[in-house]
């Protein structure tokens, strides 16, 4: 959708962007010891355009490891850092993961109720949709940073139940929260 906006006004947004530290990894104060990880890309390595609007767009596999004891569910929230708007742009929220070391397959998230595994919640990302948002940045806007944000959460938040959205999560967040983890992908046109 934006790849056809001009890059010149690409580069007159570029200055206009939330940054690392408007995330909601950012706001949670607890320690960072989960490991996500993707074979698709590295830590700060570029995604490739298969999981973005340049390609098929299907959502990357994911997987995790170190979720500490208590944990009774995991929440995955996918943002852009660099987005030109005030908040990060919400790429993907998904509720309800098992609690424990797990993993997603590509395209588990591409598309309304989708996720391979039964019982998940899916949230609404900046769309208003359910589902994966492939990466879309601007032309001429710059690296865009994509940040896979994994949440361990000691009990159920009741604002998370049915299909929440980034206001949602960012308050459930504010309690309950025992670690979390984070992979961050970039992408430039």
């Given at each position: 959708m934006l790849q056809n906006l001009p890059s010149g006004l690409g580069r007159i947004l570029s200055g206009l962007r939330p940054g690392i530290n408007g995330l909601l990894f950012a706001e949670v104060n607890v320690p960072a010891v989960i490991e996500v990880s993707s074979p698709a890309f590295t830590q700060g390595g570029a995604i490739p355009a298969l999981h973005t609007a340049d390609g098929p767009g299907i959502s990357p596999p994911l997987s995790w490891r170190g979720v500490p004891a208590g944990t009774t569910?995991?929440?995955?929230?996918?943002?852009?850092?660099?987005?030109?708007?005030?908040?990060?742009?919400?790429?993907?929220?998904?509720?309800?993961?098992?609690?424990?070391?797990?993993?997603?397959?590509a395209g588990d998230l591409s598309g309304p109720g989708r996720p391979g595994l039964p019982g998940l919640?899916?949230?609404?990302?900046?769309?208003?949709?359910?589902?994966?948002?492939?990466?879309?940045?601007?032309?001429?806007?710059?690296?865009?940073?994509?940040?896979?944000?994994?949440?361990?959460?000691?009990?159920?938040?009741?604002?998370?139940?049915?299909?929440?959205?980034r206001s949602a999560v960012r308050a459930a967040l504010r309690h309950g929260v025992l670690a979390k983890g984070c992979l961050i992908g970039t992408y430039a046109r």
């Open positions: 569910a995991l929440l995955l929230v996918v943002e852009d850092a660099d987005s030109p708007t005030p908040r990060p742009l919400v790429h993907a929220i998904v509720t309800r993961l098992p609690p424990g070391d797990g993993a997603l397959a919640g899916i949230g609404r990302n900046s769309y208003f949709q359910q589902g994966w948002l492939p990466p879309d940045p601007p032309p001429g806007h710059g690296p865009h940073h994509y940040a896979f944000q994994l949440f361990a959460l000691s009990a159920w938040p009741e604002g998370l139940n049915g299909n929440p959205g």
